[in-house]
C-alpha cells in the first residue's frame, strides 16, 4: 500500500524536492504550503497528491489541512515538519518582533502541527505513523549569528526527544530529528531574515555579508537530501535523531568529543553534591 506523506514548507528547498521524491516512489504526497495555488509537481494526479494551504501559526489552517487529507486518503503515514526558516543577526541587534517570530514559526507552529499529527496516527486504523522534525545541526550546537535560531531548534530536539517516550509503543508513532548541515537550497538566500539595524557594538560580526558570501557554496545537495529523508522515512525502525550532510557530520562528532571531554573533567564536581548514602 502507498504511503501517505503530509509535508509543510513545500514551496522550496528540502519539501519540495521531497514531494517529487514520494511521487516518484509510488506514494502520495499532501504538499502543504501558505500559497498551495503556486506549487507544481510532475508526474501527480487526482489519486497520489493533494495541495493543502497551511500556515503554521494558524490552527485552523493546521485543523483544516489533516481533516482535508485524511477525508480524501483516509490516513496519514507520514508527517514532515518542513516548514520553517532562518533568522541571521548577532542576538542584541534581533528586535522583540523578529525573536518571536522565529520561535512562532520554528517552534510553536512544529509542536501544533505535531499535535495535530499526533492525534490522527493515534485514532487512525491501523494506528501508527512517522512524524520527522526537520531541524539543524544548529539544534544540537550553537552557532553564532543564529542564537535564536539554534534556540528554536534546540527546543524541537527537547521536545521531541520527550514526547518520544511519552507515546505508548502499541500506537506505533514514531519520531525522527532530522538535522540539516548547509545545502544549497533558498534557506540562506531570499528565505533568510536579518536584523534591521546593526549593533555598533559588533562591527567585527557582519551576518548578511556572511550568509551572502557563504550562499550557494554549501556542501549539500538538496535533492539527495530529499533522499535521505525519504529513505529514513520508510525505514522499519527509524532513528530518533540524524544528521544529513558531511559537514553536519564532522560537527556532531566534534561536538560528541567535546562533550566527553568535558563532563569527565569535572566529573567529581558532578558526582560531589548528592545527599550523604545515596544510593543511585
Not at 530529528?177 to 528565505?191: K, L, M, V, Y
Not at 525519504?230 to 562533550?259: C, F, H, N, Q, W
Amino acid at each position: 500500500m502507498p504511503r501517505v506523506f503530509f509535508i509543510t514548507g513545500t514551496s522550496t528547498g528540502f519539501g519540495k524536492h521531497l514531494v517529487e521524491e514520494v511521487i516518484a516512489h509510488g506514494d502520495i504526497a499532501v504538499a502543504a504550503a501558505r500559497k498551495p495555488e503556486s506549487l507544481s509537481f510532475q508526474g501527480t494526479n487526482d489519486k497520489n497528491y493533494l495541495a493543502v494551504k497551511l500556515d503554521v501559526t494558524k490552527q485552523a489552517d493546521i485543523d483544516a489541512a489533516f481533516k482535508t487529507a485524511v477525508d480524501k486518503f483516509g490516513r496519514v503515514d507520514v508527517v514532515v515538519n518542513n516548514a520553517g526558516y532562518g533568522l541571521s543577526g548577532v542576538f542584541e541587534e534581533v528586535s522583540e518582533g523578529q525573536l518571536r517570530t522565529q520561535m512562532e514559526v520554528n517552534f510553536f507552529g512544529l509542536i501544533h502541527v505535531t499535535k495535530k499529527a499526533m492525534e490522527v496516527m493515534r485514532e487512525q486504523k491501523p494506528s501508527g505513523g512517522l512524524i520527522q522534525q526537520v531541524t539543524s545541526i544548529g539544534g544540537q550546537r550553537g552557532v553564532p549569528t543564529f542564537s535564536i535560531y539554534c534556540a528554536s531548534k534546540w527546543a524541537v530536539e527537547g521536545f521531541t526527544e520527550a514526547i518520544n517516550q511519552e507515546v505508548k509503543p502499541e500506537w506505533g508513532i514514531k519520531f525522527t530529528c532530522i538535522e540539516p548541515g548547509g545545502f544549497r537550497t533558498d534557506w540562506a538566500g531570499r528565505s533568510m531574515a536579518f536584523p534591521e539595524k546593526r549593533h555598533p557594538a559588533y562591527d567585527h560580526i557582519d551576518a548578511r555579508k556572511n550568509m551572502n558570501s557563504r550562499h550557494g557554496t554549501q556542501a549539500g545537495d538538496p535533492p539527495k537530501g530529499a533522499k535521505a529523508m525519504y529513505e529514513l522515512a520508510v525505514m522499519k525502525d527509524p532513528p530518533l535523531r540524524v544528521v544529513i550532510g558531511s559537514d553536519a557530520y564532522k560537527a556532531i562528532m566534534g561536538k560528541i568529543d567535546t562533550y566527553s571531554e568535558n563532563y569527565k573533567k569535572y566529573e567529581k564536581i558532578s558526582n560531589s553534591t548528592d545527599v550523604d548514602g545515596y544510593q543511585g
